[in-house]
């Protein structure tokens, strides 16, 4: 077995306390964008996840380097004063403050996790250049933020709801190991289908493994955010949602994909 670890927390921070899913009032679907404003509504701010559809110098030049990465656009996320930046070579975050029109943002640290793609090694640069400091906002129309910087520069960011939002409450932690690979699972109303065998793990307070984890057993439906790769054994910390009144063929629970923690390429 070759064994790779990719990412392991402090498992301090791993054994998050779960809460009870909040049961939300309706079943997940479009959420209604917060009505137009030319100043910043925080509460929309951490409801949505923002990410960059457009962006230009002050004399109306596309700023490319902000396109590093086409089909994973710069995405930001608000919550408890404070800013995440992803989809950039490191993950980025800082403080952040709202008055009116205003959002300042404070100066944003990042892992140091090398990029082979110069391109993306030069994105966090041009992000920590163009969001650092007093920006202009406003959001002109629903489910639209546009920041403007001391230089001129022009960011617009299309919201799309958190799961949060979309469920109606912060969730559960749970942790999944999930196997190295899928096993069929075909039923009367799916032929040929693979499942991801998974198997629910539990943490003390200070990070420590409880008990034996079960058998691995059929994962019926899909994790948000979470691709499987056939070979690699990954355990995954995750956002468990209750789903007000699912159809009748459907989950009545969701999984998001929270952080993968702990990554295996195992050998046939």
């Known amino acids: 077995m070759n064994r790779t670890i990719l990412l392991i927390l ?42 960059l559809s457009e962006a230009s110098d002050a004399t ?4 490319d380097a902000l396109f590093a990465r086409a089909d994973q656009p710069l995405t930001l996320d608000f919550s408890d004063g404070r800013i995440s930046v992803s989809n950039t070579c490191n993950r980025m975050g800082g403080s952040y403050t709202v008055d009116g029109a205003t959002l300042t943002v404070g100066s944003l640290a990042s892992t140091l996790m090398a ?36 230089q001129g520069d022009v960011l617009t960011f299309r919201g799309e709801p958190t799961a949060e939002t979309r469920y109606g409450g ?10 190295a690979q ?5 039923n009367g109303l799916t032929k040929d289908a693979q499942c991801l065998q998974t198997r629910e793990i539990h943490y003390a307070e200070n990070g420590v493994k409880q008990g034996e984890p079960g058998p691995f057993g059929n994962f019926h439906g899909t994790i948000e955010g979470y691709t499987h790769q056939a070979g690699v054994r990954n355990v995954l910390r995750l956002k468990r949602y209750t789903v007000a009144n699912p159809p009748a063929d459907g989950a009545s629970q969701a999984y998001v994909l929270d952080m993968v923690v702990e990554s295996e390429t195992v050998k046939p």
Request: proline share 9%; with cysteine.
């Open 170 to 179: 912060e969730g559960e932690t749970v942790f999944l190991e999930v196997g």
């Open 10 to 51: 402090p498992l301090a921070l791993l054994a998050a306390c779960s809460k009870p899913p909040a049961t939300p009032d309706a079943t997940p679907s479009a959420v209604a964008a917060p009505a137009a404003t030319a100043t910043i509504d925080s509460a929309a701010l951490a409801a949505n996840h923002w990410r």
């Open 182 to 186: 899928t096993r069929p699972c075909s």
């Open 115 to 150: 990029c082979a793609d110069p391109g993306l090694m030069a994105l966090d640069q041009a992000v920590g250049e163009r969001l650092e400091g007093a920006l202009e906002g406003k959001m002109p129309e629903a489910g639209t933020l546009q920041l403007v910087n001391a």
């Open 60 to 63: 109306g030049q596309r700023l």
